[in-house]
Structure formats: structure tokens, C-alpha cells
């Protein structure tokens, strides 16, 4: 079976990598920059800045598990629509029309913008960030393109996520990384009422891979836990967990204006399809 990761450099790409090696596959990666594969597996690896336009390179790939974006570290870049959607919708046109049999996009709760409660795959996507609305476009693009060409595609949207390696401007990786000498140990935070969901990135994962190895159209599918959980519950559950000595101090910052309040996203399409395996 010939796979094809993209992103696997990145925070969840990484984890979903450690599975692949795993598998009996054929696998390749790509890469903008020089790499370190970690693993004795051979892996096959595809130099997208020299290659991008040479056929055998990107041919018949049986799967292709797509993780890479960009920019994560500003939702509100105008470089999701102008620069990153385009790079990707030509990157995958291409792949499809040299016979990619099967997508297995990552997509994200920040399609959906404005929301409130548990929130299903049918939900209204209205994006209020320039991320949110570069996926939507991107969706609907590979949509568009199964009325040409025949191919499978699983959206995978993706909730909120922590662990190790993750982004410095999330939550788990400024509290991991705090200097509780400074401040006198005191972190600030929104009054943490909102509920959100999330997951191990581990956890995540394994059902992304699980997912993809279906090889089947399932259209959208929430990739989350559907437990929802107050953002101050977590941080103190965590503190509790890893033995931080932090002192929260909740109500000192503001909700972001583009985040939802409260919602969390519905197992049951996953659950039904996962029991399956």
C-alpha cells in the first residue's frame, strides 16, 4: 500500500508518523527543508521544492493522510487565503489527477466559527478567521473536484488538542513552559467558563490513522472526545496531573472575539464508524 503523510514535521504530523512507521506500507513523506526520520524504517521522501512537477514522484499514492498547514500561530493571517489555500488546493488537484485514490484531510473546529453546544458534522460552517475560512474554501474545493474525478475524501475535523511538542502559543505549552519565578508564579486567564474539547494529541492520533486506513468516503467526521470541559476545570486538572506549581489568577484576560463560547463536537459518526474496525 503506497501512503503519503504530508506535515509530518508538525505538532499532530509527528504523532501520526510514530503510527505510520508502524504499519506495513509503503511510505512517503514530504519536505520543504531537511528533515530528521526518526525510525529504522526506510521512508521515502519527497523534496516538494525540486520534484513538485515531476509526475513519478506523486503517482497513484493508495492514501494520502494530509496534515500540513502553515501559520498556525496567527488564525488571523491573511497569508491562509492569499498564499497557504492555493499552495494546497494545486498540491492535492495534482495528486488527484495522478490517480490519488484516497483523502484524508485534517480540518478544524474553526470552520464553523460562531457556534454553541454540541455540534454535529452537519453544523453551518460560518468562519469568523482567515484560517477557518482558507479550510472551508479548501472543502469545498475537494468537493467540487469529486464531480470530476473519482476519489474517496475523509474530513477530519480536528477540536482542540495538547501535548508534547505543541505550539508555543497554546495553553498547555505556556503553562508546561511558565516560569513560576516571574510574576510571582501567577498566570493570568479568561475567567475560564467556556467549554471546549479536547484531546491527547496521541489520542488523536490513533484515530486519525484508524479513520484513513478505511479508505472510505465518509465526508466530515468530528475527531474529538465530546466531553466537555470548562477551560479552569482543565487548567487545574493538568496542574494537579504534571505537579505544577502555578497560581492561576482566572477573569485577568479577555475571551478571544473569534472563539465560541461554549461548544464541544459529537462522537456519534465516529463511534459508528470506528466500530466497524
Known amino acids: 500500500m503506497k501512503v503519503l503523510l504530508t506535515g509530518h514535521s508538525g505538532f499532530i504530523g509527528q504523532n501520526l508518523l510514530k ?28 523534496d516538494l521544492n525540486n520534484h513538485l512537477n515531476k509526475k513519478n514522484y506523486l503517482t497513484n499514492f493508495d492514501l494520502v493522510i494530509h496534515a500540513a498547514w502553515s501559520d498556525l500561530e496567527n488564525y488571523n493571517s491573511t497569508n491562509h487565503i492569499k498564499k497557504i489555500l492555493p499552495e494546497n488546493i494545486k498540491f492535492l488537484k495534482r495528486l488527484i489527477y495522478l490517480g490519488a485514490k484516497n483523502l484524508a484531510v485534517l480540518g478544524t473546529c474553526f470552520e464553523l466559527g460562531d457556534c454553541f453546544g454540541e455540534v454535529k458534522e452537519s453544523q453551518i460552517m460560518k468562519p469568523n478567521t482567515e484560517y477557518g475560512k482558507a479550510k472551508k474554501k479548501l472543502y469545498n474545493k475537494l468537493i467540487s473536484l469529486q464531480k470530476k474525478k473519482k476519489f474517496n475524501l475523509t474530513w477530519m475535523r ?4 495538547y501535548g508534547p511538542n505543541q505550539r508555543n502559543k497554546s495553553i498547555y505549552s505556556q503553562l508546561k513552559n511558565f516560569d513560576t519565578k516571574q510574576s510571582g ?14 484531546m491527547h494529541v496521541t489520542t488523536l492520533a490513533k484515530k486519525i490513522i484508524d479513520l484513513s486506513f478505511f479508505n472510505k468516503n465518509f465526508g466530515i467526521v468530528n475527531v474529538c472526545s465530546g466531553k466537555p470541559i470548562s477551560v479552569k476545570n482543565l487548567v487545574l ?38 466500530k466497524m474496525k
Open 158 to 161: 480536528i477540536f482542540y488538542i
Open 237 to 274: 486538572k493538568w496542574k494537579k496531573k504534571f505537579k505544577w506549581k502555578i497560581k492561576f489568577k482566572f477573569g485577568g484576560k479577555s475571551l478571544k472575539k473569534y472563539e465560541p463560547n461554549s461548544f464541544w463536537g459529537s462522537t456519534v459518526k465516529i463511534k459508528s464508524i470506528l
Open 19 to 46: 503510527y505510520l512507521l508502524k504499519k506495513r506500507i509503503n511510505l512517503f513523506i514530504t519536505k520543504h527543508k531537511n528533515i530528521k526520520v526518526f525510525g529504522k524504517k526506510k521512508i521515502n521522501i519527497i
Open 185 to 198: 508564579g501567577i498566570f493570568e486567564l479568561t475567567e475560564g467558563k467556556q467549554l471546549r474539547d479536547y
